[in-house]
Structure formats: C-alpha cells, structure tokens
T-cell receptor, first 113, second 114 residues
Framework: DAGVTQSPTHLIKTRGQQVTLRCSPK?????VSWYQQALGQGPQFIFQ???????QRGNFPDRFSGHQFPNYSSELNVNALLLGDSALYLC????????????FGPGTRLTVT | AQSVTQLGSHVSVSEGALVLLRCNYS??????LFWYVQYPNQGLQLLLK??????LVKGINGFEAEFKKSETSFHLTKPSAHMSDAAEYFC????????????FGTGTKLQVIP
C-alpha cells in the first residue's frame, strides 16, 4: 500500500517564477492538506481540499492556490515566488472523518534564489 | 482557535535516560492531540494520538503521552532513550469534527548522548 507521494523531491526556482507541486494521497484517503515548513519551524497549514474544493485555508496570500483532481490527487501552485517561499512543502492525506491523524509525504524542498 | 506550545526547542538526554518532551495546548473545543517525529530531510511520522478515549496513550517505538485536561498538557515520554530517537518532535492539535486542520508546535529537537 503506497503512502503519500510527492513530486518533485527538490526544486530550485528564481524570484518571480511560478511553481507547481504535486501530491498523491494514501490509498483510501480523500482529503489532502498542504503545509509549509520553513527551516527550523513547525509546519504551517496552507489549505485543505476535499471533493475538489478548498475547504479551509490558513494565513497565506492568494499567490498560493491549489487544486484537487477526481482521483483525489492534488497540486499546490505558488505564483510570483519570493525568497521567503523557500521551504519544505508537505502534503498530508486523511480520510473524510475529521480529526484523525494525517499521513505525511516526504515533502518537496523548494529553494527560491 | 487552537494552539500548542512546546517547551524547550532543544532537549539533550543520555542514552538510557528518561525522555520527557513538554507540550501544552489551547483549544476552545475538545481537542485531538498528536505527536509526530521528523528525521532529517524526511516527512512527519505519527508517534501517537489522543482522540478522547484513554488519557494515557501508547505509541510506536516505546513512546507514550498522557492527556491532562486540568493542566492542558500532553507531554511525551519514553523510559529509556535510544540513539535512534534523535530527531525533531512536533506536538499538534486539531478539533474533532470534519475538515479539521492540524496546528503544529514549533518542535523540540532531541539529542541523545552516548
């Protein structure tokens, strides 16, 4: 049973560019959440998707957007990249019943130069 | 609103000694509480969770945590530290309803001294 997978593993972008990160949830899970983890910090909630809609959003600007596909996989898009967007981006999946644990992928390390 | 506070960004213990990582939470609704571990350059792995059943929760790798409502605490313990326990540990809180987001603490880095 494959767990949560993310691609790519590492990414280097230049300020002002746009980036797309991808996530496939654990089998049987239909809810996907995205987190940003800056160096030395805890993960910060970006948003959560269920039934192809954004259900909750953390304190992130509109430059951060997402999408969920019918197969429950998800994308995170970041426009107009800033140096401060450099971080580990984590995807987590969970079943529809809220409050249960989230299963995390290995993350995508984004470096903005 | 929910939050967690982890006391001590770095904790050092000797191999074989007791591990105690502290977490206090704040929640306006009955919380679900979690401890996750993160090894370098990896994602987060769930150690254990509290979901309003038994207040003493046992997890993987010999870790356990006790939910104390009166103290709003959920401290993580392990009787005897092993070198492989060296990692960063995150306490987290969520509500118990649907579509709940998880709020993480800032993490505690555990060093195990041989």
């Amino acid at each position: 049973d494959a767990g949560v997978t993310q691609s790519p593993t590492h990414l280097i972008k230049t300020r002002g560019q746009q980036v797309t990160l991808r996530c496939s949830p654990k089998s049987g899970h239909d809810t996907v959440s995205w987190y940003q983890q800056a160096l030395g910090q805890g993960p910060q909630f970006i948003f959560q998707y269920y039934e192809e809609e954004e259900r909750q959003r953390g304190n992130f600007p509109d430059r951060f957007s997402g999408h969920q596909f019918p197969n429950y996989s998800s994308e995170l898009n970041v426009n107009a990249l800033l140096l401060g967007d450099s971080a580990l981006y984590l995807c987590a999946s969970s079943p529809r019943t809220g409050g249960s644990e989230q299963y995390f992928g290995p993350g995508t390390r984004l470096t903005v130069t | 609103a929910q939050s967690v506070t982890q006391l001590g960004s770095h904790v050092s213990v000797s191999e074989g000694a007791l591990v105690l990582l502290r977490c206090n939470y704040s929640s306006s609704v009955p919380p679900y509480l979690f401890w996750y571990v993160q090894y370098p350059n990896q994602g987060l792995q769930l150690l254990l969770k509290y979901t309003s059943a038994a207040t003493l929760v046992k997890g993987i790798n010999g870790f356990e945590a006790e939910f104390k409502k009166s103290e709003t605490s959920f401290h993580l313990t392990k009787p005897s530290a092993h070198m492989s326990d060296a990692a960063e540990y995150f306490c987290a809180v969520s509500g118990s309803g649907g579509y709940q987001k998880v709020t993480f603490g800032t993490g505690t880095k555990l060093q195990v001294i041989p």
